[in-house]
């Protein structure tokens, strides 16, 4: 009886449009309370306790590194890489949308910050090229969930601690699933655009356009690079490469690309906090929800 009230009050939560963690913490003190089995600190210590580990800080620091880097010109010059490449073909300009999300996902290893990076600069963009906002739109939130997959992957790392799994080998794991569903994504969205008529840009692709956006982008592209040779080669762990890459994306935005200013820094570490504070509070609850 005690998971049938458990369970319940979890749907019923759920149907009600409560908050995911809210309704994991409600529904498992919900439980607590019926069985009698538990004292009510119990979800309080779970709270607590989950979220009091070392690999977990590469969470809030993977996601505060994505917003550094949304906010001071890195997504940016990553799309112009990826535009030289493809914006010029069939649906280029979608399909160069979906390389950036890789590349991004590859740097800030969040979801969320992706698609909100991303999508700030490119929904609108995509719409004044001829594209529809829906079909713009389910791109941007279709490539920015291969932040779950393509490493560094915080889900990987909540999972990986949780489960006492190694991080680094389902970093390996996740490289090529990640590479095969951006190139599936990709294969339709160029079969859909030529289905409505979607041009490119009309650009030519030179390699002179190319070397000119790669030259721009270098400090942009270096920090996959950084991020996830000094993972596999052993220079540093999943968390250590988060704090590294949040102060290469500082110096990246404040010195080298000047974009990013230090005004924006308390609202940039502000909507980092909401994000990470959201995903805790869901990993503590499903904790002891688990329990």
Excluded: H
């Excluded at 979906?98 to 700030?120: D, E, K, L, Q, R």
């Excluded at 840009?201 to 190319?210: F, H």
């Amino acid at each position: 009886m005690t998971t049938a009230v458990l369970f319940g009050s979890f749907a019923i939560l759920l149907f009600l449009s409560v908050p995911i963690g809210i309704s994991i913490g409600l529904s498992t003190l919900i439980a607590i309370m019926y069985s009698g089995s538990l004292p009510l600190e119990f979800l309080a210590k779970e709270l607590v306790t989950s979220v009091d580990s070392f690999p977990l800080m590469a969470v809030p620091f993977f996601i505060l590194a994505g917003e550094i880097m949304g906010k001071g010109g890195i997504s940016d010059r990553l799309f112009r890489v990826a535009n030289s490449l493809v914006g010029n073909k069939t649906g280029g300009f979608a399909i160069a949308t979906i390389i950036t999300c890789m590349f991004f996902a590859a740097i800030s290893g969040s979801a969320p910050a992706t698609v909100a990076a991303i999508g700030g600069i490119m929904i609108p963009a995509m719409v004044r090229q001829g594209y529809d906002k829906k079909f713009a739109t389910a791109v941007v939130a279709a490539a920015g969930s291969l932040g779950v997959i393509i490493p560094p992957s915080i889900p990987m790392v909540i999972y990986g601690v949780v489960g006492s799994v190694s991080i680094g080998n389902m970093f390996i794991a996740g490289i090529i699933p990640g590479i095969l569903v951006g190139l599936a994504l990709m294969a339709y969205t160029y079969y859909y655009s030529r289905k409505q008529g979607y041009k490119g840009t009309g650009d030519k692709t030179s390699l002179a356009n190319i070397a000119k956006a790669v030259w721009d982008a270098k400090w942009a592209l270096l920090i996959p690079v950084i991020i996830l040779g000094g993972i596999y080669g052993g220079v540093f762990t999943p968390t250590e490469a988060a704090v590294i890459a949040v102060v290469y994306g500082l110096v990246a935005g404040l010195f080298l690309y000047r974009e990013l200013k230090w005004r924006d820094l308390p609202k940039v570490i502000t909507d980092a906090a909401l994000t990470t504070a959201t995903i805790l509070i869901i990993v503590g609850a499903a904790t002891a929800f688990g329990r």
